[in-house]
């Protein structure tokens, strides 16, 4: 039997990876980072000036893409590119090549090979909906745009990366709604999905509540 999934999916600064983190370290799960995988190949576009709109070549890009996560570190090829990768510039470069058939194509098996006993927590955009449809517990996590603005901001601040407010706002709404809009795996909850709407609650709320529905699910199965 495949080792069960957890997956959460949301718009941007959702909190989606925190809250992945701190679920899979609850349950000694493993953890995807997707969105690291866009964000890896809009960076490599942009060292070897591949244009946006060039399918062929980023879905090449994204095939023989050399990546490594270690911990909290994400390396291209050998160099760590963690702090370039958390730019609001590498995400809505990601957000452009992440419409891509051929690039999505591409990075579907490298998402699928993360699901490893004894379990896997994923986050991104399509994980309930396209890359783990047979996910055990599927959470989409939602808040509003000004909170996702915010914590974006602070997050950023803690990185020692330059944002604005209102520039991250603009950002981020332009960048869902291409999400949103895509033909491809666009940005939307999986019908099986549990939507929950993070704006009023801390971090350590929502990974006990998903914690609560995954017990609840285990229960479940063992009756
Ligand atoms: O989650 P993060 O902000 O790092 O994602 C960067 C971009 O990558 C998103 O705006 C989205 O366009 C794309 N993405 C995606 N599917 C995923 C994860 C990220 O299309 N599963």
């Known amino acids: 039997m495949s080792a069960p999934v957890i997956t959460v999916d949301g718009p941007s600064a959702s909190g989606k990876g925190t809250i992945a983190r701190n679920v899979a370290r609850a349950l000694g799960f493993h953890c995807l980072d997707s969105g690291a995988l866009y964000r890896l190949v809009a960076l490599a576009s942009l060292h070897a000036r591949v244009p946006a709109d060039d399918e062929e070549r980023l879905g090449v890009l994204a095939c023989e893409l050399s990546a490594r996560f270690a911990g909290e570190s994400i390396f291209l090829e050998d160099h760590e590119v963690t702090?370039?990768?958390?730019?609001?510039?590498?995400?809505?470069?990601?957000?452009?090549?992440?419409?891509?058939?051929?690039?999505?194509?591409?990075?579907?098996?490298?998402?699928r090979a993360f699901r490893r006993a004894p379990g896997l927590v994923a986050d991104g955009r399509d994980m309930g909906s396209v890359v783990f449809p047979d996910?055990?517990?599927k959470v989409f996590l939602t808040a509003s745009a000004a909170v996702r603005a915010e914590r974006r901001?602070?997050?950023?601040?803690?990185?020692?990366i330059d944002a604005t407010l209102p520039s991250l706002f603009r950002e981020l709404e332009a960048?869902?709604?291409?999400?949103?809009?895509?033909?491809?795996?666009?940005l939307v909850p999986a019908p099986d999905a549990v939507q929950l709407d993070s704006s009023d609650l801390t971090?350590?709320?929502?990974v006990s509540r998903i914690l609560g529905w995954?017990?609840?699910?285990?229960d479940g199965v063992r009756a």
């Open 83 to 111: 702090k370039e990768l958390a730019t609001e510039a590498c995400g809505s470069r990601a957000s452009e090549v992440a419409k891509l058939p051929k690039v999505r194509e591409a990075l579907l098996a490298r998402q």
């Open 203 to 206: 971090i350590d709320e929502v």
């Open 153 to 160: 901001y602070n997050q950023l601040k803690q990185k020692g």
């Open 175 to 186: 960048r869902d709604a291409r999400d949103a809009a895509r033909a491809v795996s666009p």
């Open 135 to 137: 996910a055990a517990l």
């Open 214 to 218: 995954w017990r609840e699910r285990a």
